[in-house]
């Protein structure tokens, strides 16, 4: 059962555009949202993240939208641009008990950005 | 070095051999994990330390995984009886905190691709 989806295995946008990726999750236990960054035959690179208590996060040309109530989160990069060009990964993590460092997931999505 | 890192990077075991993975941590850093991410998957959480102590490992698949980190810094991942299903990249992560009572970013290393024939 995934508790974290990713229902889009890529994306591709014009450079400059604005790239949406989405996530949605299950578990209304996760109360910390994060975006990973891979590029191939590298590890996955932190990008941004989000607390439950917002509903906005801005760093630059990334922003992060938390929707609660519909358990969905979505990842906005304005503008885009081609070096963007990488898997991206949704992860959540449950702080009850003290288990914020087990994060979850998503199966990641393909943003290829076209100069 | 300035990064995790992770030895070998490409690893290719014939069915029933035993494995071993290799992480050096970022210096400094009490938190270490290892994850499994399969072909088209997320990363899956394996295993927690906190220095020596291994405080999770409900991740584990199976009592043919087990990992260590002897001395609070390199932890090992090692693999015994590998079988076709455990080709997967197994991905090291550490973090400065413990992140128990609140997130600690994680670092990943670039990655152990383990293929099992």
């Known amino acids: 059962d995934q508790q974290v989806k990713q229902n889009s295995p890529s994306l591709s946008v014009q450079e400059g555009r604005i790239s949406i990726l989405n996530c949605d999750y299950t578990?209304?236990?996760?109360?910390?949202f994060l975006w990973y960054k891979k590029y191939p035959a590298e590890g996955p690179t932190f990008l941004i993240s989000?607390?439950?208590?917002?509903d906005k996060n801005e760093d630059g040309r990334f922003t992060v939208f938390l929707n609660k109530s519909a358990k969905h989160l979505s990842l906005h990069i304005v503008p885009s641009q081609p070096g963007d060009s990488a898997v991206y990964f949704c992860?959540?993590?449950?702080?009850?008990?003290?288990?914020?460092?087990?994060?979850?997931f998503g199966k990641g999505t393909l943003l290829t950005v076209n100069p | 070095g300035a990064g995790v890192s992770q030895s070998p990077r490409y690893k290719v075991a014939k069915r029933g051999q035993d494995v071993a993975l290799r992480c050096d941590p970022i210096s400094g850093h009490v938190s270490l994990f290892w994850y499994q991410q399969a072909l088209g998957q997320g990363p899956e959480f394996l295993t927690y330390f906190q220095n020596e102590a291994q405080l999770d490992k409900s991740g584990l698949p199976s009592d043919r995984f087990f990992a260590e980190r002897p001395e609070g810094s390199v932890s090992t991942l090692k693999i015994q009886r590998t079988q076709q299903e455990d080709s997967a990249v197994y991905l090291c992560?550490?973090?400065?905190?413990?992140?128990?009572?609140?997130?600690?970013?994680?670092?990943f290393g670039p990655g152990t691709r383990l293929t099992v024939l």
């Open positions: 992860a959540a993590s449950d702080g009850g008990g003290g288990s914020n460092y087990k994060l979850t």
């Open positions: 989000i607390s439950s208590i917002k």
């Open positions: 578990n209304s236990m996760f109360d910390y």
């Open positions: 992560a550490s973090s400065l905190g413990s992140g128990l009572s609140s997130y600690n970013e994680q670092f």
